[in-house]
């Protein structure tokens, strides 16, 4: 642990001034600056009440609302979407900090927990909502620090500068514009959290609904400016206002559809619509056809021709919206995408474009299956390094020809949504004749020595053409590109060559930086409302769960196939029945493995079989003293893999045996556990009898494996001297190898410090500065080669820890099941041979003190600490009854360093509440009322108090004399002991009654409650 453990508590629970209590203040006063700018109460705690003007939830994830009284306005802020939420028109009492909005310049009331006291209130709710103040962008420029926080309209803005109406990007980024009324300009501000992102730019002349705030997010720009949570909040008014809506957005070639404009005003009032068809549509003209909804629309007169529908005499409002529908249009029998020409205007004005028409999608027919994926090339790495050579190949398994015109390819997007922003469209004129192949390359050719035809000697058919510059192809002119398009919701800008297949450049879909898990679709148009066809991949080492489980076209969570992307120089293709392709729609059991063939047949059944994964010389890599690792080219066999009587791993005296074989996650790595092997001696290694899925057999294998001579066993490492606690093996260089309990970045998240723990062994951490080169999961088997020290930080509060000061860290092999946590009594914990062991213990928290709790079964406490991750302490109380995982730390700086240990869980998912602490009284109870003198008889006493309280348990004499005290600690849920008649100093009491008293005290309050119930100590007569 090399990184000092700081005095959390001492950095960030700091003394705050509070001003006089919970006493209102106006929050005029909140927004006062000092002449450097910065508020008056900064770092104060304070009290307003105001009425919201901005609800939880409009401005993002995390409680980020406006209220405002009669004297002004102000931002309140709380990480989280916190309790209570915060409706328009709630009466609203804040106690808060006050200080600057994170990431903002604006005054702020923050609710932390770094300040208990701060907190939210709703008073009662339905309050009329304040009127806006009409401002000017003059005053908001130069007065803008009197105004902030306030609501405000500033009117008959226009855009101006080199700015316009912008747009917030992807993904979303806070941004800015500028706005002038004629005499001077101010800032309007765009938060990434609100639907002005990407909205429909307003007229030319507009007004602003908002709050006076100054640069939002990280613009540099200073000045305030207006701050509107809605688009709804720009109002537009006149000849070309308003927003429409069209539903469906889509349909098919030669479909008949209902098309619904939907309408609503943007400022005023608009009175007259009109609806120009595109030519290649067909309406009746009938104004019968034409229906309209909503009052909006109640007293309007219909003019319709085939061409063209007006209406006149409408009363579209903000507050009253209505739709239009045209009745059985027919759509045109080309696919592509088209708009109609929507108009507005005012009382008295002419007819304008609407600024936004909308468009409508029409896709081409297809069945399903109609043209297939029939193989995927998607990792060329042993003749091209950067995988140019990937290709996907198309089949037409019927005997007419399909035109391809209009139809795309596309897969998961960068983000890993499992519908793609990447869309590719064939040409016009694409003809996919029946029982033919069609390919499509990553490159043609980008130079001399990469891209399809250096590997394949042939030109694709297609290549992927990138016309933003990102990935330039070798100008070649014998394969055409495809048209790179995309959805509303892509980004052409950040779009890549390709995204299509994954392979070594790491261009497909990543998980913890490893092409993990791919899907390719084939839809009949850009709209994406045929789906022709689809294939996934997942690899189970990295994605237990298939994270397209649901999507399109994809399945259930078990279609994919695995093991992930083929490996180099081997294509996934689809298998060949006797009737033709295998279409049953799920990829796990229509595709394997075979050479690459692109524009050719696939071979019609897997005949090759599995071989084991080794150097030119059969050597197999030494992994720990009773671990060996096989690996195999292809998933096999389950059962023959498990099966350990196929394994032989030994030495000429035949001292080794096979203890158990594991198979991963992928079906390719098997993991054999055997008793001790030597570090340095070769052992041979024979492996006979194991098939591929398919039933191929492999040839049986005879290779070596052989340990470094520094390997040596993570309990060996830990070997401490019982007189001092420090490891026995200090400073000796080793190699350890153990499965990942606690992976990178839960603990020190700047280096790699990570826990390895042996199968029913022992635990150790592994410390390295910088990070791991590869990602690393729960149950990854880890090699870590070092120098075993004990760390002892005066400073970081870590003592006597040993650990693996290590030089290279790896993974040897994934897939395999987490080591499930050893239980173990609280007061076991706490020893020397657990340290670094991951364990589980559950008992009540006796203790709340920060960032370190105690946990107690009875047996003894145990701390539980945050090491160096922020886990979420506060929701644990005195009393609770809970379950604790996490792995064993030392804290101890004195030598012996044999004690002060601590449990510290991973994620708070690792602590879980059994039962919540409760507040009853106590009670105590007697297994009998009379104690006989005469036979050594005792009594057993019975008492229960609130879980966590102190507890008293004494005897009294009928004057009030103490006699004896038979319990004096914690109570930790019902509890029994006996008192067999004896006063403190052992002596018998005489006979007579007496009270047994039971006293309980909450040990952070000091309130308490008592029972007691009487004993009588006699003697039986004979």
Request: glycine share 12%; aromatic share 8%; with cysteine.
């Amino acid at each position: 642990m090399h990184v000092m453990r700081v005095l959390l508590i001492g950095m960030f629970i700091v003394a705050l001034p509070v001003l006089a209590g919970a006493d209102i203040i106006p929050i005029s006063d909140v927004n006062e600056n000092d002449v450097n700018g910065f508020p008056v109460l900064r770092d104060s705690v304070v009290t307003v009440q105001g009425v919201a003007v901005v609800a939880t939830g409009t401005l993002g994830a995390d409680t980020d609302i406006y209220i405002q009284d009669g004297t002004g306005g102000v931002n309140v802020t709380q990480a989280g979407m916190a309790s209570p939420v915060i409706a328009l028109g709630d009466s609203v009492r804040v106690t808060g900090l006050v200080d600057h909005k994170s990431g903002r310049k604006q005054t702020a009331l923050v609710i932390t927990s770094v300040h208990p006291s701060t907190r939210m209130i709703v008073v009662n709710s339905g309050n009329e909502l304040p009127e806006a103040l009409e401002l000017t962008p003059r005053q908001i420029s130069e007065s803008g620090d009197d105004l902030e926080g306030i609501y405000a309209v500033v009117r008959g803005v226009s855009l101006t500068g080199p700015y316009g109406w912008v747009s917030c990007g992807s993904p979303p980024i806070d941004v800015h514009t500028e706005v002038t009324d004629g005499d001077a300009n101010c800032w309007l501000w765009f938060d990434k959290d609100t639907d002005l992102c990407c909205s429909q730019e307003p007229l030319e002349t507009f007004e602003i609904y908002g709050f006076v705030v100054p640069a939002i997010g990280t613009i540099a720009e200073s000045g305030h400016g207006i701050l509107p949570v809605m688009r709804s909040d720009v109002l537009s008014s006149g000849p070309g206002s308003g927003f429409v809506a069209l539903d469906p957005d889509r349909v098919y070639t030669g479909a008949t559809a209902d098309l619904a404009f939907a309408f609503e005003a943007d400022g005023g009032e608009l009175t007259q619509v009109s609806i120009a068809l595109p030519s290649e549509w067909t309406f009746s003209g009938d104004a019968s056809d034409v229906l309209l909804d909503g009052p909006a629309f109640g007293g309007a007169v219909i003019e319709s021709t085939p061409d063209l529908v007006v209406l006149t005499g409408c009363e579209l409002t903000q507050g009253s919206p209505g739709s239009v529908t045209l009745i059985g249009t027919d759509a045109p029998a080309s696919a592509g995408t088209y708009s109609f020409e929507v108009k507005t205007a005012g009382g008295g004005g002419d007819l304008a474009d609407i600024r936004t028409q909308p468009e409508i999608g029409v896709g081409a027919l297809a069945d399903a299956g109609a043209v297939l994926i029939n193989e995927l090339y998607a990792h060329s790495g042993l003749y091209d390094f950067i995988d140019r050579a990937e290709f996907i190949e198309l089949y037409n398994p019927g005997d007419e020809a399909v035109d391809l015109t209009g139809w795309v390819l596309t897969d998961i997007d960068n983000s890993g949504e499992c519908c793609g922003s990447n869309l590719w469209e064939f040409p016009e004129g694409t003809v996919l004749e029946a029982y033919e192949y069609l390919v499509i390359a990553k490159d043609a050719k980008l130079s001399y020595s990469s891209g399809f035809y250096n590997v394949f000697g042939e030109w694709p058919d297609f290549e992927l053409f990138d016309p933003y510059g990102t990935d330039i192809d070798w100008p070649d002119g014998d394969a055409p590109n495809m048209i790179l398009v995309s959805p509303d919701d892509g980004d052409p800008s950040v779009n890549q060559e390709i995204r299509l297949l994954g392979g070594s450049d790491e261009s497909g879909t990543l998980a913890a930086g490893v092409p993990a898990y791919e899907a390719v679709l084939l839809y009949s148009d850009r709209t994406m409302a045929c789906l022709v066809d689809a294939v996934e991949y997942r690899d189970p080492l990295f994605l237990a769960e298939d994270p397209c489980a649901g999507a399109p076209g994809l399945g259930g969570s078990t279609d994919a196939w695995v093991p992930g992307p083929p490996p180099w120089d081997t294509s996934l293709g689809r298998k060949r029945g006797e009737e033709g392709p295998v279409d049953t729609g799920v990829s796990r059991d229509d595709f394997f493995l075979v050479a690459p063939t692109p524009g050719e047949q696939n071979p019609a059944s897997d005949e090759s079989a599995p071989t084991v994964i080794a150097d030119a010389g059969n050597n197999l890599p030494g992994v720990s003293h009773n671990l060996a690792l096989i690996e195999f080219s292809e998933p096999v066999d389950p059962d023959q893999a498990v099966d350990i009587s196929n394994y032989f791993v030994g030495d000429v005296m035949d001292s080794v045996h096979m203890l158990e074989a594991v198979l991963s996650r992928d079906g390719r790595t098997v993991l054999l556990t055997t008793t001790d092997r030597t570090p340095g001696e070769p052992y041979s290694v024979d492996i006979h009898g194991v098939s591929d899925v398919a039933g191929n057999e492999m040839e049986p294998f005879s290779g070596t494996t052989q340990l470094g001579i520094n390997t040596i066993s993570i309990a060996d490492v830990q070997e401490y001297d019982e007189e001092t606690g420090l490891s026995v093996r200090a400073d000796s260089t080793v190699k350890a190898v153990g499965f990942l309990t606690v992976p990178p970045g839960v603990f020190q998240p700047d280096y790699t410090s990570i826990y390895i723990q042996e199968p029913d062994g022992a635990g150790v951490n592994v410390f390295m500065y910088g990070q791991m080169t590869e990602p690393a999961f729960e149950g990854d088997l880890i090699s870590a080669t070092g120098t075993i020290v004990d760390y002892i930080s005066g400073n970081s509060g870590a003592g006597a820890t040993t650990e693996v000061d290590a030089s290279s860290v790896s993974v040897l092999a994934r897939g395999f099941a987490p080591l499930p946590p050893t239980v173990m009594a609280t007061g076991d914990v706490g020893h020397e041979d657990n340290e670094g062991l991951f364990v589980r213990t559950s008992g009540v928290v006796v203790s709340v003190e920060g960032f370190a709790i105690y946990v107690d079964d009875g047996s003894g406490s145990i701390q539980i600490y945050q090491n160096f991750n922020n886990l979420d302490f506060s929701v644990f109380a005195v009393g609770d009854s809970v379950s604790m995982t996490g792995v064993i730390l030392q804290y101890d700086q004195t030598a012996p360093f044999l004690s002060g240990y601590e449990l510290s869980p991973r994620y708070d998912s690792d602590m879980e509440i059994l039962e919540a602490h409760y507040t009853g009284s106590a009670d105590v109870k007697v297994s009998a009322r009379v104690v006989d003198l005469s036979s050594d008889e005792v009594i057993e006493i019975s008492y229960n108090a609130p879980k966590a309280s102190h507890v008293t348990v004494r005897i009294f004499d009928l004057k009030g004399r103490e006699v004896a005290t038979v319990y004096d600690g914690i109570c930790l849920g019902p509890q029994r002991t006996t008192w067999d008649a004896k006063d403190s100093a052992g002596n018998r009491v005489p006979m007579g009654a007496y009270l047994c008293h039971v006293m309980a005290r909450n040990r952070g309050s000091g309130n308490g409650s008592n029972a007691a119930v009487p004993i009588v100590v006699g003697t039986k007569l004979d």
